[in-house]
């Protein structure tokens, strides 16, 4: 068994089975979970026999499938191999392993049989059967397991669940003589042009295409197969774009065939034809009519034919008897001379590769059906509505006309189609006048026969009368320059008329005459429907003259007065007819569809307006999409009907079908009655949402004819005022927002690929700037933040206090008593001081940077250099460190470095494209910069990009054993994979955690900081979980004792608070419901850790560890509080978060009395502050009262006031202990205000906060400041710094900043690096990401915070004793994108707009709004309920937040951009900030009077659009003699200024329309009626009732509204029609009314008037009677069962009641 075609879809599989000759087909699907029962249950019995072939159990196959063993039941015997662990226990008896078994495991692991099919592609052959030779292979039934378990012993072994499976479905008829090896060599599938498919393979051995027809069951469920049919051939392949194949037969002839009907012969110039003898190289002239057409080669057609090869005889095109089959059918063999074709290639679409057998090959394209759409639309309808057989025979007939070689040019192609068809239907084309005038350009072509030669060279009168009545002629003669030359009208003898007076009958012997009406009506249906498209008018005139002809022949009257109405001046009152002999019409099939009275689309959607009844509209699917359109539309917009488009539309649509339907007679009318939608809005957005989603755009719209169009427009300009800000990007585009679409385009893409990225990134600075320039701050984004703050040069202040690249200033003076040597090394204690700054920088750069930057993947990033050194003026001669005057700290730089590597990492954007390579290509080259590279992988983690780097280099670096690149890898692992859990990374991190590693293992040596490191790593990765174990070891790693010999002793402050911050982490916020771990009692754990006391005992599995103390620390069995308290505190705090729970919040309370107050730091006073504002976190109020009420009252009382000069004296008070618990209090609970409050930009929070900064700033320079402590001063002055930018983080708030300038020129003194440190991280807060982004007060973002911000600064610039400096860091894990930028959709540039926030109500305050000039930072994105973009000067956009923030997520996280749409009329707020340039321009608008004196070139401040400033440049300009057109100008200008200023800049075509229709009416030059007809729509949409309510609701709303249009335009056509009526009009209708011809030029003029006023035809007239009616009201009221609009009697009334003086209003 073999598998030789996989399909996807319909799903199949073909196989060949090598022992019986037979191919099968088998449907492949997913196993049912009912199927998968059945195996497990017979899985352990042996199997039954089975027949093979005619097989469908499935129980067989599943057995077999799941045991693998048998050759012949399933070609997919090791399907089940696939999911056992060891293949040969599974499938005992596959002996030889085919390579191919990998590939269907790929295949079934994939899970879709799709993924597989490239696999199979072709001819490739998997042998998948076992080749065991036994006898058993033989016979067609075998039980499938007979001796497996007895050959060998298997190990049990589970069943194994099949995925898929296959059922049978066909096998082909075993013939008795079959050859050995009849493999199918090519399969594929292929349709007809009726659609139906077939399953053809290719049997090369004996060339044979068989080709099997198959369809789908009525259920969908299975497919059904025919019976095969075969076709002599040696190759075969399908052209699918025209539905046929072609096939090369044994002769070397190419063949079409469309299923298993041939089309004919494929005739190639420039290939020989097989022909007998190959003597001339030229192709044989003989092509007989039936090949096709004449496909290029690439470069092979020869030169130009020659003249023999255009005279070929080919037979008379007008000798129609000759179009009927003359099939060439004699097979030519080849002699063994010349090329020919040897083989078919690579069919796509219509192309195909033939492939030589000199090796050459040639790709030619095989001609479409029908290239213009006219001819492509009626062959499709026709081919629709008639049987297939007849189809398929017409559609051969028409492909074989049309394609003969040397085929009709584009124009006469529908000539070619018209006789045709018409011969095809038993028409005489010759004998009928117009269609005998056919002129055929390209007749050259040898498909129309030339003129018959004649030996004279005089030429003869014939010549002349052909010219004469050629379309050319009539073209010339009607051109303005042959009037305005005088030259009179040639007539050619018209036809001579006794040709045509006998009567011309219908062969009814021909293929079509049974179904000439069905054909007609179906014509009629694709004439209507080009009615709907604006560009297709050329193609209707051709149409109705066919249309005309036919109806005339089958006597239809009204419908030949449809056409008249339509096209006046091409219908004739008579014409020619062609008798259908009475006897005949027996035979005509009249399908019950056919309706007498011709529908019209026009007149159901004016009946439609009116509110009058219509029968449902015939529509035919594929065909009439248009109309469908349009009815439906209507149907819901006008009749507010919201079923009409999701259920089955019966009462508005027909659909046309074979199948009989109930008569016409039964299809009742049905009265429409507007229904009163749930509110208008909802109405038009349905039909928007509709249209769309049936694949309605814009340019559909365009090409509606505008009466029609109107009501779509109405509802796109409804939605276009309040759309949803979620709906696709279709329905945005289409009602006009693209601001709204490209949003939505923008959110579908990946990030990072959109191109807002483009918008909002700045000009990269080119090449010409030093390197020494790079200060690590040139990508950011000014566009943005010169709109962010545009009132000053605050980023250029901020940039340059961060940059730590350039040399800083040495200011020392020269004192007459210092030599110069002392000099120096002033100096150079100068710079030391200021070193302790710049080295304090790059933390405050990374913040201010973060996330700007995409880096480019070919080039490494550029990380800044940290400059030590200084230039002391006035010579500016550079001071240096290195010199060896003064003793520089070892290291000083090493975390410095590691801090710049840090903040160049961090400018890279998560939305970046960086890959693994990329990160490893960046590693320097020089030792000294591996701090940087540690530090750059640090800030990857924390963008998310670690994740890409591959385990091995992961691994690369740790071995390593550099400390610092551990650090830094360590935690941006953990950082990325934040709250996972994941198994790898904390295997990673045990590894550096000897606490974490089982006892017995080697004690590993690894570096105290790298061991902090990976603690807070677990409590990353661990986070919010509450992981027992993880706690459990957190827990006990807090007071973890120092060892016997040197190991723990130094820093371990920074491992307890470490192991603090981890515990809290893993179980942040969970409070008391920690699950299974009550016995752990973690509260009263850590608050012994936090007061002191006995040390219990450890319970833990590292009691061996501990059993002997240290030799260097003596600590006894207490706990050292110095070194556990922060830990515990802050792991308190973490895991009651936000739980406001009392009783864990009253342990954390100040200490009330002096003698408890001498116990505790007052450093912990201000964590245990902070742990209980944060536990206690709804009571945190922004006011300085609540931030003193954290003060004990001891302290209250007796704290001196720092500005006090004495101080009180007092025995029994510390006073220095008190000042210092007051200030430290202070300062935990406004750090504790800047948490609660982080981002928020609260005001009252910022007032609060900074008078505590000015306060500590007094105090510092208090003469008792000493009392306190300077340190402890400027401690508690960096922490309330460090809440205010915390509070403003993002806003750039220029007091803060100015707070921040001050702090950064104070150098001397206490300032030491750390305080430096904290004063530039405030910086850098206060300017997150360049303004982009801001805080989040989440549980982990609070948790990022607390490592980030912990209020114990380095003392030096390499101290890590009580915290790990890489842990400021961890900042970026509570960084948000919050900034909205509005971006103009026009310009594409970011802008200013209003923008309206919504906040949700809560226990504080109550649902508020609040105006925002964006860009700006949004509050927190819970914390609101909508964002509305403001008018009026920008669209209005809406985003709901209720529904969920996902979409404004997205929209900030791609930079924020919002797309934004100016109304006309308006300017943005940079080019008019006030508003009065716009202002000015609504007065005129409210002042209709003044549209006159609106002068064409101010509309520059009313719109940017570029049509119709032109518009306003060509058409409403006065020139110098104007004459009357002044008037015209005038009218444009004022059509101009009302679509400008309503914003209906669409509706400017439909009114030039109109004024062109009434124009055209009233020279009465009104070729056709179709304008009308759109005027007389349009004035009925704006008098429809569901048009009228909606006035009522929305008084100011609408698209014609502020006009005195639409009532002139109706007076002007009453008024041009009355005029004609008085002038003689009457006497035309008369005659029309009584059922006379009507001649000569009043034809057009009449039908204007038909149409306008609805007169019905003659034929209603007289059943009514109206011609008897006595008095007016008589009229009147028989008139009204006509539908005869009121105005329409009052002008006929005149005619009707033999009143001689017409009436006329």
Known sequence: MKIVFLNIDPSIVMTYDAVQNVHSVWTLRRVRPEEENVVLKFSEQGGTPQNVATSSSLTAHLRSLSKGDSPVASPFQNYSSIHSQSRSASSPSLHSRSPSISNMAALSRAHSPALGVHSFSGVQRFNLSSHNQSPKRHSISHSPNSNSNGSFLAPETEPIVPELCIDHLWTEPITNIREKNSQASKVFITSDLCGQKFLCFLVESQLQLRCVKFQESNDRTQLIFGSVTSIHAKDAAPVEKIDTMLVLEGSGNLVLYTGVVRVGKVFIPGLPAPSLTMSNTMPRPSTPLDSVSTPKPLGKLLGSLDEAVLLSPVPELRDSSKLHDSLYNEDCTFQQLGTYIHSVRDPVHNRVTLELNNGSMVRITIPEIATSELVQTCVQAIKFILPKEIAVQMLVKWYNVHSAPGGPSYHSEWNLFVICLM????????????????????????????????????????????????????????????????????????????????????????????????????????????????????????????????????????????????????????????????????????????????????????????????????????????????????????????????????????????????????????????????????????????????????????????????????????????????????????????????????????????????????????????????????????????????????????????????????????????????????????????????????????????????????????????????????????????????????????????????????????????????????????????????????????????TKLATLNIHDYLTKGHEMTSIGLLLGVSAAKLGTMDMSITRLLSIHIPALLPPTSTELDVPHNVQVAAVVGIGLVYQGTAHRHTAEVLLAEIGRPPGPEMEYCTDRESYSLAAGLALGMVCLGHGSNLIGMSDLNVPEQLYQYMVGGHRRFQAGVHREKHKSPSYQIKEGDTINVDVTCPGATLALAMIYLKTNNR?????????????????????????????????????????????????????????????????????????????????????????????????????????????????????????????????????????????????????????????????????????????????????????????????????????????????????HSTDNRYHLQALRHLYVLAAEPRLLVPVDVDMNTPCYALIEVTYKGTQWYEQTKEELMAPTLLPELHLLKQIKVKGPRYWELLIDLSKGTQHLKSILSKDGVLYVKLRAGQLSYKEDPMGWQSLLAQTVANRNSEARAFKPESISAFTSDPALLSFAEYFCKPTVNMGQKQEILDLFSSVLYECVTQETPEMLPAYIAMDQAIRRLGKREMADTSELWQVKLVLDFFSSRSHQERLQNHPKRGLFMHSEFLPVVKCTIDSTLDQWLQAGGDVCVQAYLSGQPVEGPELSMLACFLVYHSVPAPRHLLPVGLEGSTSFAELLFRSRQLKMPVRAVLRLAPLLLGNPQPMVM
């Open 1143 to 1355: 009783s864990i919040a009253d342990w954390l309370r100040a200490p009330d009395t002096m003698y408890l107050l001498d116990f505790v730091k007052p450093e912990f006073l201000l964590l245990r502050t902070l742990a209980r504002c944060l536990i206690l976190w709804d009571d945190i109020l922004p006011n300085s009262k609540w931030v003193d009420s954290n003060v004990p009252q001891i302290i209250r009382e007796n704290s001196i006031s720092l500005s006090e000069i004495e101080l009180p004296c007092s025995e029994d008070l510390n006073l220095e202990t008190l000042s210092q618990a007051h200030v430290y209090i202070i300062a935990g609970a406004c750090l504790s205000l800047g948490f609660r409050f982080a981002g928020s930009e609260n005001l009252s929070a910022f007032n609060c906060l900074h008078k505590f900064a000015k306060d500590f700033m007094t105090y510092l320079s208090a003469p008792n400041a000493s009392v306190t402590g300077p340190y402890n001063l400027e401690t508690c002055l960096s922490v309330v710094l460090l809440s205010l930018s915390m509070v403003m983080a993002g806003s750039g708030n220029l007091k803060v900043l100015q707070l921040c300038r001050f702090l950064h020129m104070k150098t001397g003194g206490e300032m030491n690096y750390g305080f430096h440190l904290a004063h530039h991280m405030a910086l850098g807060l206060l300017f997150l990401g360049g303004g982009r982004y801001s805080l989040s007060t989440s549980n982990s973002s609070i948790a990022a915070l607390l490592c980030a911000l912990y209020p114990h600064f380095p003392a």
């Open 423 to 946: 011969n095809m239907m038993g028409y005489n084309t010759d004998r009928l006048a117009w269609t005998r005038n056919f002129d055929f350009e390209g007749s050259l072509s040898p498909v129309i026969a030339p003129k018959k030669a004649r030996p004279s060279e005089t030429g003869s009168d014939d010549d002349w009368e052909y010219l004469v009545n050629s379309d050319y002629h009539q073209n010339v003669e009607s051109h303005l320059l042959n009037r305005s030359l005088c030259l009179s009208s040639l007539e050619g003898s018209r036809v001579k008329d006794e040709e045509f007076s006998q009567n011309l009958s219908l062969d009814s012997s021909t293929l079509l005459f049974p179904h000439i009406p069905a054909i007609f009506f179906v014509l009629h249906l694709v004439y209507e429907e080009l009615k709907l498209n604006t560009l297709m008018g050329e193609g209707i005139c051709s149409l109705v003259e066919l249309l005309v002809q036919l109806a005339r022949d089958l006597q239809l009257g009204p419908y030949v007065d449809h056409y008249y109405r339509d096209y006046p001046t091409l219908v004739r009152a008579t014409g020619q007819v062609c008798t259908i002999d009475q006897g005949q019409t027996g035979f005509m099939h009249h399908p019950s569809f056919f309706t007498s009275e011709p529908p019209s689309i026009y007149q159901w959607v004016s009946s439609c307006l009116k509110g009058e009844g219509m029968p449902p509209y015939p529509y035919l699917p594929g065909i009439s999409e248009r109309s469908r359109l349009v009815v439906l539309s209507v149907a819901l917009y006008i009749l507010g009907d919201e079923s009409s488009v999701s259920e089955d539309a019966s009462q508005y649509l027909s659909k046309i079908t074979l199948a009989p339907q109930k008569s016409q007679a039964e299809q009742e009318e049905n009265r429409f009655s507007f229904r009163h939608a749930t509110s208008v809005s909802s109405l038009a957005e349905k039909l928007v949402v509709w249209m769309t989603s049936v694949g309605f755009t814009l340019r559909d719209l365009e090409t509606l004819p505008f009466g029609v169009a109107l009501p779509i427009r109405d509802a796109i300009y409804h939605c276009r005022e309040q759309p949803a800000s979620d709906w696709p990007e279709a329905v945005c585009l289409l009602i006009g927002r693209q601001d709204l679409s490209k949003q939505a385009c923008e959110g579908n893409l990946p990030r990072g690929k959109s191109s807002v990225t483009q918008v909002l990134s700045s000009d990269v600075p080119s090449g010409t700037e030093t390197e020494e320039e790079d200060d690590g701050m040139n990508d950011m984004n000014h566009e943005v933040m010169s709109l962010i703050w545009s009132e000053d040069l605050r980023v250029q202040d901020v940039r340059r206090l961060l940059q730590s690249a350039h040399p800083v200033r040495v200011n020392v003076v020269q004192y007459p008593e210092l030599s110069d040597h002392e000099f120096i090394e002033e100096k150079e204690n100068r710079l030391l001081q200021l070193c302790q700054r710049t080295m304090a920088l790059p933390v405050g750069r990374g913040m201010f940077t973060l996330f700007s930057y995409h880096p480019v993947p070919t080039e490494p990033l550029p990380i800044p250099k940290l400059n030590l050194t200084g230039r002391a003026p006035p010579r500016n001669t550079t001071v240096d460190l290195n010199s060896g005057n003064i003793d520089v700290p070892p290291n000083m730089t090493s975390w410095a470095s590691f801090h710049n590597g840090v903040a160049a990492g961090l400018k890279i954007a998560p939305a970046s494209q960086i890959d693994s390579a990329w990160i490893v290509y960046n590693k320097p080259k020089h030792a000294e910069l591996a701090n940087e590279y540690a530090g750059f992988l640090m800030a990857l983690g924390l963008n998310g990009h670690l």
